[in-house]
């Protein structure tokens, strides 16, 4: 047994350390925490002084047992988990329940995972900082008792299954917020002038009216005063200006911009970044903080000369701007700026490339530009007032510009272009004037990035908790991503060209959520819920200043207990009176009477989700109930579309002696043939489709599914499923990726997808016992699992299985087989 064990949160983490330590040491992973609060009950002793319950978790036992028996050999266990308030609480639950010995135990730090880095930590050990643990503890206490606490009030009150949190719910308001803010946004139509000139050179360029003209007559009166005029530059500026880079990556920053330019959500991004530290490629990837150090400033100076020459470098600090930075002492950056790639997965390579040239182009010079603002005087019969602008500008030096420019959530912003060379008093010939009506836009949707982005801002959450919290709430089915593609919209654009002036009808597309953050009935429902009752957590302002409590903890500036006491006294007696008088929160709209039995119709939150109801709990007869589609809201709704949900299912007739019927499903509409379901293009009423439309989107389905190959005798389909392109061969499923032209599937591509798939299938086997007609077979995140007919049981990443015998796997199923429900004999009692 080597003399030192190092203990780490991921095998990943403890894999790269191995390499860099002698045999003297010993790394093992503790798989994240291993102890946490009870899963069913609060755990928090909320009548005394908030002491938690922790308990090691059920699947973390034998590695708890497995890391006492090496800690009882070590000479020095070194605890080196996170640098963050996580990694902290890792460090301290370990030194707990393994019942380290003080004096043979050390704390060690690294936001790198580099030899150097892991020596200096080594040299450098000191305790576990109790502050950061109190804070750690703080915010797991504080969610635990306002998401117990508040979660049944929301079963009682709206609908079982709910749950709230103290960000998640806020994050959700957030977004609730802002779609009514679009609903109930107005637009304004005004006119924007815009024109081509050409150049004495023969160079066009494009200008602008700097103001809209407000209606259709003030842009035609513009128009007609311009059928004879003629244009000259009156005054042309030139000026140099300069960019400067972006700092490099912190945890927030690089979750915005990789869902700009790779077009990743959050917890995506996050899971790449964790890889790539835990290969020791970056460093750490939670942070606040936008400085680098001494090291990887001189690192960067030196691959910038080396790489674009010594006039591209200039060295420089950044300052934050963020509350309480204490995540790390570094930005995200590569642990070598001498690899500009790196031979990883896809993903990571991708994101990797993205730190790698943040942080690069932070240390370079600032681009240099010549920015040109021009001015084009109307000279016509009758006087005009305004003048066409123009601004353009030239990369005089591309500094920083030759690797990397931050992104941006406009997505109407304007790029600057290039203007030919003018003199002033030139004459210009016009090419064109349009007006074109344009409307005022409603603020965007959120994505998850500018989500993460208004959180920081408003000082809600840290960068620990922005990818768990999104995570959450789109699980939770509060928010979802849209998918809507918008509507029509038509406007008018006024073309004056040749002293001729035509009317043009265009359509642009408008409403398109497609991507972004949208709230569902429910997370409407229990934001309103929550905002009417329970205000101050709601409150943003509130929720901020928590965090800055959580942040005077980490410093030892606030006692964490008492902060919990002067929170619960206000909070729990407001939840036991919500509790008990607070009134039903469904939702419910009335949007009119049946016309054909003159009962009530409306629609509310029911048990399996938003619901049209005709009838009410009182009438003589039951209640009538249809479920909303997917793409209907409860706040939308018209009592025509509500009443059209009961003419479905419809029967259509009938096709090869098969019913034909349509209706609305989970997914959205869809034509039923027999055992056949055909999804509806998008946009499809269902009502509208008749049997001949049916038959024709049954055609395309037979066509779709028919055989393309055989392999091995057994036919090949392909089809199109939640997960994208696939084809089936043999019952089983292969997903047919980017690099194959989907429509166009080559014999080889087939026999190579399916060869490549037998394969893998072949290569997830550890073990076979086909008699028994138990296997054991990879899975993912580094398990296993146990497998026999339709019984499943994972495995925890623990588990050894290489060694397993028939006897264990047999154990395992038996021990996890599905209990047998038995129905209690009907007794009779006696009269």
Known sequence: MPKNLVIVESPAKAKTIEKFLGKDYKVESSFGHISDLPSKELGV??????????????????????????????????????????????????????????????????????????????????????????????????????????????????KGGLSAGRVQSVSVRLIVEREREIQNFNPTAS????????????????????????????????????????????????????????????TSTLQQEASRKLGFSVSRTMSNAQRLYEAGLITYMRTDSVNLSEE??????????????????????????????????????????????????????????????????????DAKLERTNLRIKINASKKVDEQFTANGEII??????????????????????????????????????????????????YTEASLVKQLEELGIGRPSTYAPTISTIQNRNYIEKGSHEGEERGYQQIVLQDGAMKTKNLSEKVGSNKGKLVPTDTGMIVTDFLVNHFENILDYNFTARVEESFDDIAEGKEDWRAMMKDFYKGFHPQVEDVQENAERE???????????????????????????????????????????????????????????????????????????????GRFGPYVRFGKKFVSLPKGVDPLSVDLDEAI??????????????????????????????????????????????????????????????????????????????????????????????????????????????LEEAKAILEKNAPKKKTRKKATSKKK
Request: net charge neutral.
């Open 296 to 365: 990887a400033r001189r690192g960067a100076e030196s691959e910038i000369i080396s790489a674009y020459g010594s006039e591209y470098s200039n060295p420089r600090n950044y300052k934050g701007k963020a509350k309480g930075a204490q995540e790390a002492h570094e930005a995200i950056r590569p642990t070598n700026f001498a690899n500009h790639t790196v031979n990883v997965e896809r993903d990571q390579a991708r994101l990797y490339g993205l730190i790698w040239k943040r942080a690069i182009a932070s240390q370079m010079s």
């Open 191 to 250: 006119y924007r002038v815009d024109a081509e000139f050409t150049s004495q050179e023969g160079k066009s360029f494009r200008a602008k009216l700097p103001k809209n003209f407000g209606s259709e007559e003030e842009a035609l009166d513009f128009l007609e005063a311009n059928k004879e005029a003629w244009y000259q530059v009156s005054d042309l500026q030139k000026k140099p200006a300069k960019k400067s880079p972006a700092a490099p990556f912190t």
């Open 45 to 158: 002793d909320v009548d005394g002084d908030f002491e938690p319950k922790y308990r090691v978790s059920k699947d973390k036992r034998d590695v708890v047992k497995k890391l006492k028996e090496l800690a009882k050999k070590a000479e020095m266990v070194w605890l080196a988990s996170d640098e963050d308030r996580e990694g902290e609480a890792i460090a301290w639950h370990l030194a707990e329940a393994l019942g380290l010995d003080k004096e043979k135990t050390k704390r060690i730090v690294f936001h790198e995972i580099t030899k150097s880095a892991i020596n200096r930590a080594i040299e450098n050990p000191r305790s576990i900082d109790y502050n950061l643990v109190d804070a750690q503890q703080a915010r797991r206490v504080l969610d635990r008792i306002v998401g117990y606490e508040l979660s049944p009030v929301l079963w009682r009150k709206v």
């Open 396 to 445: 005089t030096f591309d500094g920083f510009l030759k690797v990397y420019l931050e992104g941006t959530d406009d997505e109407h912003a304007e790029q600057e272009g290039i203007l030919p060379h003018l003199e002033t008093g030139e004459k210009l010939n016009n090419n064109y004037i349009t007006a074109t009506q344009r409307f005022t836009r409603p603020p965007s949707r």
């Open 586 to 664: 469904s939702g419910e709209r009335i949007l009119g009477t049946d016309p054909k039995s003159g009962r009530q119709v409306s629609v509310r939150l029911g048990k399996f989700g938003p619901m049209v109801q005709v009838g009410t709990v009182d009438d003589e007869e039951k209640p009538k109930f249809a479920s909303l589609s997917p793409d209907q809201q409860l706040s939308s709704i018209t009592f025509e579309e509500a009443m059209d949900l009961f003419k479905l299912p419809k029967s259509l007739g009938h096709y090869k002696d098969d019913e034909v019927e349509v209706n609305n």
């Open 696 to 805: 024709v989107y049954i055609k395309e389905k037979e066509k779709a599914d028919a055989p393309i190959y055989t392999y091995q005798g057994l036919e090949v389909t392909k089809g199109k499923g939640r997960f994208g392109p696939f084809i089936k061969w043999n019952n089983m499923f292969i997903n047919v990726n980017k690099k194959y032209d989907w429509d166009n599937l080559s014999e080889e591509d087939i026999v190579t997808l399916i060869e490549d798939k037998i394969q893998k299938e072949k290569d997830k086997l550890i073990h076979v016992w086909e008699d028994e007609g138990i296997r054991v077979e990879k899975a993912r995140w580094g398990r296993h699992n146990v497998i026999k007919g339709k019984q499943k049981v994972e495995l925890a990443k623990t588990v050894d299985v290489s060694e397993m015998t």
